[in-house]
């Protein structure tokens, strides 16, 4: 199975630096996610996409890991990713500790039953992902009295835009995702 239409970099080749944040996923995960392997053919920009990953996903404070995992999927899922549904529906059924909560976001994310607070994080990552011009103070509002601060709905945006972009990379790379991530929190650890 071929991973990408465009040229795949051999980890060894890499920039020490990338080596080693790749080195150091690969050994948390057990597995190199081939979307680095992806984009390491362009040191620069997977460098520029770890550190804006890293920034939005890892920082202290906000959305919950959980729930920003939830945007991720929801934001896929609106925008047919295939890798990234498969990627992050993994680490979503991880962090969630729900084996079938990314599968029912992904597929159909208006008629999934999410208490207040996802709901309202659901609702404004696919407004943003599907029809970002049509988001109005009251939609804001709307998320604001389901429990969502400014910060946290700043994360929403931030990580829907993110994941918007990384979704089109893997369309046009026709990324294919990583056997592991299919079984990861759907089934216990040995």
């Known amino acids: 199975m071929t991973l990408s239409r465009f040229p795949v970099a051999d ?14 996923i690969a050994e948390k995960s057990g597995f190199v996610p081939n979307v680095f392997l992806g984009l390491a053919h362009r040191p620069a920009e997977l460098r520029a996409f770890l550190d804006h990953h890293d920034a939005l996903m890892d920082r202290e404070g906000g959305l919950s890991k959980a729930e920003r ?12 990713c295939t890798y990234c549904v ?16 990314a599968d029912q976001v992904a597929t159909n994310p208006w008629a999934v039953d999410l208490p207040p607070r996802a709901r309202a994080i659901v609702d404004l990552a696919l407004t943003l992902a599907l029809e970002p011009a049509t988001l109005t ?6 998320a604001r009295a389901a429990g969502l601060t400014d910060d946290e709905l700043w994360d929403v945006g931030a990580i829907t ?16 995702p990583n056997p592991e991530f299919y079984l990861m929190g759907r089934t216990p650890k040995p």
């Open 11 to 24: 980890l060894a080749d890499l920039p020490e630096d990338l080596r080693d944040r790749i080195g150091a």
């Open 161 to 176: 835009a993110l994941f918007a972009m990384s979704n089109r990379l893997a369309h046009l790379m026709a990324l294919t």
């Open 69 to 80: 995992e939830l945007v991720v999927v929801a934001t896929s899922g609106a925008n047919n």
């Open 86 to 101: 498969v990627a992050h529906g993994a680490i979503l059924r991880v962090r969630a500790k729900d084996p079938h909560l």
């Open 137 to 142: 103070e009251a939609d804001l509002d709307d």
